[in-house]
């Protein structure tokens, strides 16, 4: 059974840094595109970047460029979201998703979703 | 703003056929990049109903169906039920800089 478990809710202050994690089970971790989306408070859906953990080929959103850096560590299977100077801004969900396998597409859709990590930035 | 453009909001009876549109530019939908579909119940996370177009994954029922012409696209939901009621994004690629996902703003379809 294909799984993405993110790491539990955080609540920081601004400035700080954060490093959200999405575990991958029961699927070839290294062959899937796993991306990140964001969800502000009763927002849209935010596409912010993807990753192929095979060859840790990243793309980004010019929004998030900048702003976070993805990452993924195949030996373990999980993919990563950090950040390194919070804003009250960030505070959202985020959800980690694996795309639709169709070769090295990274336009596919996502069709396994994580339970989603809030993070919420306050002082 | 978002890249791609639905309605904020769709509404239909019970029984009735629904259909929520996705209108893109020259740079993604009109590129060839394929569309996908979400329903977003509140509280949960987004569930894929529609990839490359129109296909369907397993479990989603055929009630739901995926088309694009040219830049836009459209999801129709037919025999509407209570259930359905939920937030749907359409999603695409875009080829401007190096390449970046984009979603829709969203549509809330209410169940009469």
């Known amino acids: 059974e294909v799984q993405l478990v993110q790491s539990g809710a955080e609540v920081k202050k601004p400035g700080e840094s954060l490093k959200i994690s999405c575990k991958g089970s029961?699927?070839?971790?290294?062959?899937?595109?796993i991306g990140w989306v964001r969800q502000m408070p009763g927002k849209g859906l935010e596409w912010m970047g993807i990753?192929?953990?095979?060859?840790?080929?990243?793309r980004y959103s010019p929004s998030f460029q900048g702003q976070v850096t993805i990452s993924a560590d195949k030996s373990i299977s999980t993919a990563y979201l950090q950040w390194s100077s919070l804003k009250a801004s960030d505070t959202a969900m985020y959800y980690c998703?694996?795309?639709?396998?169709?070769?090295?597409?990274?336009?596919?859709?996502?069709?396994?979703w994580g339970q989603g990590t809030l993070v919420t930035v306050s002082s | 703003q978002s890249v791609l453009t639905q309605p904020p909001s769709v509404s239909g009876a019970p029984g009735q056929r629904v259909t929520i549109s996705c209108t893109g530019s020259s740079s993604n939908i009109g590129a060839g990049y394929d569309v996908h579909w979400y329903q977003q119940l509140p509280g949960t996370a987004p569930k894929l109903l529609i990839y490359?177009?129109?296909n369907r994954p397993s479990g989603v029922p055929d009630r739901f169906s995926g088309s694009k012409s040219g830049t836009s696209a459209s999801l129709a939901i037919t025999g509407l039920q209570a259930e359905d009621e939920a937030d749907y994004y359409c999603q695409s690629y875009d080829s401007s800089l190096s390449g970046w996902g984009v979603f829709g703003g969203g549509t809330k379809l209410t169940v009469l």
């Open positions: 990753i192929y953990p095979g060859d840790s080929d990243t």
């Open positions: 490359g177009n129109s």
């Open positions: 029961g699927y070839s971790f290294t062959s899937y595109w």
């Open positions: 998703a694996r795309q639709v396998r169709d070769g090295y597409n990274p336009g596919s859709g996502f069709d396994y």
